[in-house]
């Protein structure tokens, strides 16, 4: 018989619903805030699934942005919702589920991905480096935002109905905290090394450290907590 698991990527809503037991049983996020997520934020993003046999044991959720580097525009994802059922933890699933995500974004020339690790240990042996802090403040002006910083999310109409929404539901559920760590840090990882040396303009011979940390050398904002 041949090996139960694989690896799927759902692109349909109803695909996607069919994690969101596995999303509860993992992150306990209010149940209005899950409503909005796979209602809003699903519409467009991916979700990189592990199954054994029909059952999905495993998931990453790649979320999309527009980032905008010195003036220029790339796609980007931002890796949320990292999740394994705990009796299959610790056995190189998510692994498999990483590499098949850079792999996606690889063919989609994207130049790297970022997360916020609960902790960065976790994802060191991937590539991912700190390259900064989260900012808690989501409210500066997008005129403060270009004159302040080289590296940021585009706020397109989309973004800014989820900034809406996303504001509303944390005044519904203030008091139940904010689900981030203590000190919130952004990693990102190489995908697409070609394009994140021109991006860079850099020779294709630098590392992917070299890269990161010619990032890393930015002022960079980034607020986005999904």
Not at 5 to 28: C, G, P, R
Not at 210 to 222: A, F, G, H, N, V
Request: glycine residues 4%; aromatic residues 12%.
């Amino acid at each position: 018989m041949g090996d139960p698991m694989t690896i799927e990527i759902l692109e349909t809503i109803e695909e996607k619903q069919k994690t969101i037991s596995l999303y509860q049983e993992v992150f306990h996020d209010p149940d209005q805030f899950i409503s909005y997520y796979y209602r809003e934020k699903c519409k467009d993003n991916r979700i990189i699934v592990k199954k054994n046999n029909s059952d999905i044991i495993a998931m990453i959720h790649l979320n999309p942005y527009t980032i905008i580097v010195d003036g220029n525009e790339y796609p980007t994802f931002y890796i949320v919702a990292v999740a394994t059922k705990k009796q299959y933890r610790h056995q190189g699933h998510m692994r498999d589920l990483l590499s098949a995500a850079f792999e996606w974004m690889r063919e989609r020339d994207i130049p790297f991905c970022f997360l916020m690790p609960v902790d960065p240990k976790i994802y060191e042996p991937f590539g991912f480096e700190k390259i900064c802090e989260f900012d808690r403040n989501a409210e500066r002006s997008e005129e403060e935002i270009r004159q302040n910083f080289d590296v940021y999310c585009k706020r397109d109409i989309v973004y800014q109905e989820h900034f809406r929404q996303e504001k509303q539901l944390a005044e519904l559920l203030k008091g139940e905290g904010d689900g981030l760590p203590d000190h919130p840090i952004i990693m990102a990882a190489d995908v697409n090394h070609e394009q994140f040396a021109k991006m860079a303009g850099f020779c294709e011979k630098a590392s992917s450290s070299d890269l990161l940390q010619w990032l890393k050398e930015k002022k960079i904002y980034i607020c986005e907590e999904v």
